[in-house]
């Protein structure tokens, strides 16, 4: 299993950037995937989830209505649209994958990516 996510970067308040994360070494549509965040000297922290096949997803509370996960299957791929990034969004950003099929904690981890939101 090998997770590569990419698309941090420097970011004003108020602007936006798009994470994606590709898959490979599983059958990406079997599994639920996520995205998580730690910012300095703080522990990793739930961002979102969506299911495997996308007709689900779920929020910390601190980005919905700002966050969109989504992902496509044919190109074994999972985004996270980040638009009204604020300075507390500042931090590594980690794709992730669940256990298994039917669901489980995430055991499998991205290399993650640097968000910093200033001005």
């Known amino acids: 299993v090998q997770l590569q996510a990419s698309g941090g970067g420097l970011a004003q308040p108020g602007g936006s950037l798009r994470l994606s994360c590709v898959a490979s070494g599983f059958t990406f549509s079997s599994y639920g995937m996520g995205w998580f965040r730690q910012a300095p000297e703080k522990e990793r922290e739930f961002v979102a989830s969506?299911?495997?096949?996308?007709?689900?997803?779920y929020y910390v509370d601190d980005v919905k209505g700002r966050f969109t996960i989504s992902r496509d299957n044919a190109k074994n791929t999972v985004y996270l649209q980040m638009n009204n990034v604020k300075p507390q969004d500042t931090g590594v950003y980690y794709c992730?994958?669940?256990?298994?099929?039917?669901?489980?904690?995430?055991?499998?981890w991205g290399q993650g990516t640097l968000v910093t939101v200033s001005s």
């Open positions: 992730a994958r669940r256990a298994g099929p039917t669901g489980g904690t995430y055991i499998y």
């Open positions: 969506i299911t495997p096949g996308g007709a689900n997803t």
